[in-house]
């Protein structure tokens, strides 16, 4: 059978001329060309019948085939046929097994040819965007550069050469505007599988753009000298970034600042002007918050370690300028050091201070009916509640000034007779509230914070179970404080028992199946 010498030698060298400019594989190419052979086959002989085209990978000639699969039961007359018809053609043919018929070859018609290039075009366009996923899924986290091709409403599509990226506009500095044909430099913070094939997306808003940044700029960050612990930007206007030095030698601020600047003006300039603070990491939480807060000067820091949590005090001539404009400076502190930072003057941390004290000194005088001077002065000793009053060993409250043995025996002994009344009336309210005894035995709530939640209708296991964590916290309130952390771990341990459940049934099912 003769065919042309397009269908030799000729579409072979087409082949590997596209796998060349596409830096695909000649394979995935003439895997192409076949498919688009074997569409425009079934256009001539009829779409309902499987053909499918082969080409030779070492002589190029082209193979138009009909296939025939052998079913049981026929369902398809054009695509199948019985075990006996297949057997007359070919005896040792089995069940699920193909035969097929030679077709002449096709001479493709300027529609059919069309559709073809359109196959090859979209399969060779596949076929490479699959090369690009492959060759930067492992280049996240790095610097490219580019130029940019397009740029559509804001966002900016940037050729890298052999592919292509997508910086949205969401991804880009404020007020930064790209040409065709400008130079880009940004971040890969993302290749994934998108419905249009792989996509790259590259970013210069990024925190670790800055640091990828730092990193070309400062020698001693590349050699691991330097390490860069945290970084906090407010793209295309502040930044802060901690750092830490490996080596006792040398200083890491200097380091990153670089001699008059030098370093960090480059960054500054590749940023459009972007501040940038240089922070100098500490292990001490309270240092580095002061550290992150800088220019601010700090006079005081009351750390909350288990709603991470720190108060920060200043002068009150430097409120403005710790808070920053907009809130900009103490919201970068707390990205920069995973904080929640609450800013108060000394004057405020003072009213708050007596307000404290005063409360305080009133509970103990309704709790234990003693005078305000013994009330103060039991503030001013430490204690926070009656608990730690009724449970303080006797020669620790005796040792306070003007205090004796029989003072303090009376006072530990009002507190005891305090708690005792509250926890009766306690129970009182559960049992009339109709609270489970179950819910009682939950690890991490008090009778208060049960009788608080039974008054809002939550009165057993699975109704405890059914809340989500910000819901228990509410219900709460402020009085009976409790993180977000510390709820969501008591309402999966009131979910424990339906995994339980659970994993009983399926035991119960298995064995009966088994039976």
């Given amino acids: 059978m003769e065919t042309s010498a397009l269908y030799r030698t000729e579409l072979l060298q087409v082949a590997e001329a596209v796998a060349r400019e596409k830096s695909i594989e000649r394979d995935e190419v003439l895997d192409a060309m076949e498919q688009a052979i074997s569409k425009a086959g079934r256009a001539k002989y009829g779409h309902e ?24 039961e026929v369902e ?14 070919q005896p040792d043919i089995e069940i699920g097994e193909f035969f097929y018929d030679e077709l002449p070859p096709i001479d493709l ?104 940044l730092f990193a070309q700029e400062v020698p001693e960050i590349y050699d691991s000298v330097i390490e860069i612990k945290a970084v906090a930007r407010d793209p295309g206007s502040r930044a802060k970034i901690s750092v830490l030095s490996n080596d006792s030698s040398i200083d890491p601020v200097g380091a990153c600042v670089g001699l008059r600047g030098s370093r960090v ?49 200043v002068p009150d001539e430097q409120l403005s300028l710790a808070i920053g404009r907009r809130g900009q400076n103490v919201r970068l502190a707390s990205i920069l050091t995973g904080w929640d930072i609450d800013i108060m003057t000394d004057e405020e941390e003072s009213r708050r201070r007596q307000d404290e004290t005063k409360q305080r ?29 009724g449970y303080v060993p006797v020669h620790e409250l005796a040792s306070i000034e003007g205090f004796d043995e029989d003072v303090a025996e009376e006072l530990r002994n009002r507190a005891r007779n305090y708690l005792e009344a509250r926890d009766n009336k306690l129970e009182e309210s559960r049992k009339s509230l109709g609270i489970s005894d179950e819910l009682m035995s939950v690890e991490g709530l008090s009778t208060e914070q049960v009788v608080k939640l039974g008054e809002q209708g939550v009165k057993t296991l699975d109704d405890l179970a059914d809340l989500a964590g910000d819901e228990l916290v509410e219900m709460l309130g402020s ?23 659970e994993a009983a049934e399926a035991t119960e099912g298995t064995e009966a199946e088994e039976a």
Avoid: C
């Fill in 49 to 72: 019948h499987d053909i499918r085209a082969g080409i030779d990978r070492k002589t190029g000639e082209v193979r138009l085939r009909r296939y025939m699969e052998v079913v049981e």
């Fill in 76 to 89: 398809n007359e054009l695509t199948q046929t019985t075990l006996r018809d297949a057997r007359v053609r």
């Fill in 109 to 212: 018609g300027r529609i059919a040819a069309q559709t073809a290039k359109q196959v090859i075009v979209q399969k060779v366009r596949d076929a490479e965007r699959a090369r690009q996923f492959r060759e930067y899924r492992d280049r996240v986290g790095e610097i490219i550069n580019g130029v940019v091709k397009r740029n559509e409403f804001g966002n900016v599509t940037v050729d890298l050469g052999k592919a292509e990226a997508i910086m949205r506009r969401d991804e880009t500095l404020p007020r930064e505007n790209f040409r065709n044909g400008d130079r880009v430099r940004a971040y890969i913070y993302d290749v994934r599988e998108e419905p249009r094939g792989p996509q790259i997306f590259v970013s210069r808003s990024h925190p670790q753009f800055m640091a990828k």
């Fill in 265 to 313: 003006q480059a960054i500054v300039t590749e940023l459009q002007g972007e501040k940038i603070d240089i922070i100098p990491w500490s292990p001490d939480v309270a240092t580095f918050v002061v550290n992150a807060l800088a220019p601010a000067e700090v006079s005081k820091v009351v750390l909350d370690e288990d709603q991470k949590r720190i108060e920060v005090v």
């Fill in 361 to 389: 000194s009133q509970n103990f005088i309704d709790a234990l009916d003693v005078d305000d001077v013994i009330a103060h002065l039991l503030v001013a000793e430490g204690f926070e509640d009656i608990e730690q009053v």
């Fill in 479 to 501: 009085e009976l404080a409790m993180t977000e952390a510390a709820a969501n771990e008591i309402i999966m341990a009131a979910r424990a028992h339906w995994f339980e459940d």
